[in-house]
């Protein structure tokens, strides 16, 4: 009896071991859980990180990224991350600090080795130089926009490397092989880039909110002015005169907008002649631009098929 | 022998000048070729030379031009380097003001003019709201909202939250909006129509203002699920069934029960529901003898169609909530019990950026005497001039039954003005 005792005693400790080993490995095999604010986030993030992440994107690409719905749905993925990236510069500030207030994850917090923002090193354009919102719904840190210019592509890629090696240092020879790879292939397609966007040096054209200047800085393209009367604010019937003289006078060749309302675009497309595409400015809008690549790649064609 | 030596001299001088004569052009010859040899070496030699002078002419003035590049550069640099410095000092300096790590801070404007064919005009200052919201440590943060009306001025929220609580836990205490029902806990400029429904001031006391402190818990569910227990001094901002300040008996406080959930029912559209209970176990003012029991409930359900291409500028959001008050009461010395239903729905049509649209349907009960009631129709039209300057103009027709306060009955028609200055934020339980 005694014997049997002893070898059920030994038998439920193995099983006990097996069972936590069993989860233990589980555990360690899980991926990464990473939430990126948009695709083109996602997109390099599953680059850096390849199988070790599992990356879901909160928006889908199509949103202004100004005005994402603030949906509940996105509260049980915030809660289960283990990291967040985000394009930082309060491109989110509308709606993202919010979800963060319920998602009851402190290691995704502002500040926390979790949260990646993309932004850190890029050369900001456009800071204000007065903070008043006489000028508009400003961005205090500068425009937000600055994945349009792929160069810069390359430093989110380095701080999604750097903030993934933070939180899983265990993994960090794997993120540098990675991140290597992904900026030679990004190298690549820059001067493929260049080559190809030549035409487009001194295009001038109209946006419907600052968001192209990152791109146009790169390109050569040169801004004649905006739909709206300041950021965010639209435009009075005056200011829309003014812009049609201005399209005029300056030889304006493409006006580019995104989420907005296509009303406008197509107003002053029939007043000027001037041509109206709808580029986004994020991954993920459309199928063909589901990497972050394939988007300046369609972003740069398109624009140089409507100006040629 | 000395003819020989006489001649020998002249002799010798004779052979001398003819080899002489005889040698001396070709000498003459060899010398010239030697002579252009040389010239030309020496040409070449001061060609060499003139190109050599032109190279160091030429390696002067670049090395001025460097010169003055690198001066040039240098004078460049320092510039930059002061440029540096200052910006430096000037973040250390903003870094370093007594400013630095004061919250954010913001202020509500809310008035608005008003028609009532049974009360007459007013113009209504109705709210002007500081807002101030920051980190208190690493676990903590701290919101308050502080309201300035014509009546006077109230703290209306002051609460801190936790951050880092563990098993999804958050915690909140001190004055703040009690999280029952959807628009109850939302402040009254932050709605999409002029006025709170009469259904939510008459059941509930207006907005959910209480003092006391609340427990969240998200559930670890695919989907959004998330219950909130609370206990305060009683709910509701003009509810006067209970006497704040004093100290008493457990069973006259408020007890609070919530759960949310939302899904996606596609990308564009979005269904939310809520249930909400309220308990008191004794409502009964300090002194009085008499008391009973309260329940309050509420069922909240909110459909939204938000297309995410075109959020900015288009969309409808349908929401409904219905409450019904239970409570005990004693008359004649005798124990009864009234239930009160009421509710209000509306309909909100998103047409631009800057216009919108809706109507709004109301049915409120008198709590005292559930059998009376006001039944009020309400079209309205918003203009957000922008994020932070909305107009909104509202045509009310009230059926009122109730008859306890002239403006709640008859035509109002109301234009409303809200604006706002610095940060504001009413978080994701005001959105």
Redo the contacts between chains.
């Keep these: 009896m005694n014997i049997f005792l002893k070898i059920a005693k030994w038998q439920i400790i193995t099983i006990i071991l097996v069972a936590a080993g069993t989860y233990c490995r589980a555990a360690l095999a899980q991926p990464i859980r990473v939430v990126a604010t948009f695709p083109d986030l996602a997109d390099i993030t599953r680059q850096i990180g390849k199988n070790l992440v599992s990356v879901e994107s909160l928006a889908?690409g199509?949103?202004?990224p100004h005005?994402?719905?603030?949906?509940?749905?996105f509260?049980?993925r915030l809660?289960?991350a283990n990291v967040l990236v985000v394009t930082g510069l309060d491109d989110e500030h509308s709606w993202l600090?919010?979800?963060l207030?319920?998602?009851?994850n402190?290691k995704i917090?502002l500040g926390q080795p979790g949260y990646i923002d993309c932004s850190v090193g890029v050369p900001v354009l456009e800071a204000p130089t007065r903070l008043d919102?006489a000028e508009?719904?400003l961005h205090p840190k500068g425009n937000p926009h600055y994945l349009l210019d792929p160069t810069y592509g390359k430093i989110a890629a380095q701080n999604i490397a750097a903030g993934l090696a933070r939180s899983f240092p265990q993994y960090q020879a794997d993120f540098d092989k990675n991140l290597k790879a992904y900026l030679g292939e990004l190298d690549n397609w820059i001067s493929r880039w260049e080559k190809i966007a030549a035409p487009l040096r001194g295009v001038k054209y109209v946006e419907y909110h600052p968001e192209w200047v990152y791109f146009a800085n790169h390109f050569g393209l040169k801004r004649v002015g905006s739909i709206e009367l300041k950021p965010?604010?639209?435009p009075t019937p005056n200011h829309l005169v003014e812009l049609v003289q201005q399209i005029k006078q300056e030889k304006a060749l493409v006006l580019i907008y995104g989420?907005?309302?296509p009303r406008i675009p197509q107003q002053l497309q029939g007043e000027t002649g001037i041509k109206v595409l709808r580029l986004y400015t994020s991954a993920g809008?459309r199928s063909e631009t589901d990497t972050y690549i394939k988007w300046i790649d369609y972003t740069v064609r398109s624009l140089v098929q409507a100006v040629s | 022998m000395a003819l020989p030596r006489l001649w020998a001299a002249p002799m010798l001088a004779a052979v001398a000048f003819g080899a002489f004569a005889i040698f001396l052009p070709a000498l003459s010859l060899a010398q010239s070729s030697e002579i252009e040899q040389l010239r030309s070496v020496v040409d070449g030699l001061q060609q060499q030379l003139q190109k050599a002078l032109q190279r160091i002419d030429q390696l002067e003035k670049e090395r001025t031009a460097t010169s003055d590049k690198v001066n040039e550069l240098e004078q460049e640099k320092t510039t930059t380097s002061d440029r540096i410095g200052q910006v430096e000092k000037s973040v250390q300096a903003v870094q370093s003001a007594s400013s630095a790590l004061n919250p954010a801070i913001g202020m509500v404007l809310d008035a608005n003019v008003s028609q009532r064919s049974k009360a007459g005009g007013n113009f209504n200052f109705r709210s002007a709201e500081i807002g101030l919201a920051a980190s208190v440590d690493p676990f903590a943060r701290m919101y308050g909202f502080i309201n300035g009306t014509s009546d006077g001025v109230e703290v209306d929220e002051a609460a801190a939250?936790t951050?880092?609580?563990p098993w999804?836990?958050?915690a909140k205490g001190g004055r703040f909006l009690a999280d029952f029902g959807r628009f109850p806990k939302v402040h009254e400029h932050e709605l999409p129509f002029v006025n709170q429904p009469l259904s939510i001031e008459r059941m509930i006391g207006g907005e959910t203002r209480a003092d006391g402190a609340e427990l969240?818990y998200?559930f670890?569910?695919?989907?959004?699920l998330?219950a909130t227990l609370g206990g305060y001094n009683e709910i509701g901002e003009e509810n006067q069934q209970v006497d704040n300040r004093q100290s008493r008996s457990w069973s006259r406080f408020t007890y609070l029960g919530r759960l949310?959930t939302?899904?996606?029912l596609s990308?564009n559209h979005?269904i939310?529901l809520g249930t909400s209970m309220a308990y008191t176990p004794s409502v009964r003012l300090t002194g009085s003898a008499d008391g009973g029991d309260r329940m309050l409930n509420g069922i909240d359900l909110t459909y939204?169609f938000?297309p995410?291409?075109?959020?900015?500028?288009q969309g409808v959001t349908v929401g409904s909530e219905i409450f019904r008050n239970s409570e005990q009461f004693a008359f004649e010395s005798v124990a009864k019990r009234r239930e009160a239903f009421g509710g209000y729905s509306y309909a909100e049509l998103k047409l631009?950026?800057?216009w919108s649209t809706g109507f709004l349907f109301d049915y409120a009960p008198s709590v005292s005497s559930p059998g009376k009631k006001t039944i009020g129709y309400s079209p309205f039209v918003t203009w957000n001039m922008?994020?932070?300057n909305r107009l909104r103009f509202q045509f009310t027709h009230a059926d009122d039954r109730v008859r306890e306060d002239k403006n709640d009955g008859g035509n109002q028609v109301f234009l409303q003005w809200t604006t706002v200055?610095g940060a504001h934020?009413h978080?994701?339980l005001g959105?």
């Design positions: 889908t199509v949103e202004d005005g994402v719905p603030m949906k509940p749905s509260v049980p809660n289960r600090p919010a979800l207030e319920v998602a009851s402190p917090l919102r508009g719904d965010g604010i639209e989420s907005q309302n809008a | 939250v951050t880092s609580l999804n836990l958050t969240n998200l670890p569910t695919p989907f959004f998330r949310n939302y899904f996606d990308d979005s939310e939204r938000q995410l291409a075109s959020t900015v500028y631009s950026k800057n922008s994020e932070f200055i934020t978080g994701f959105r």
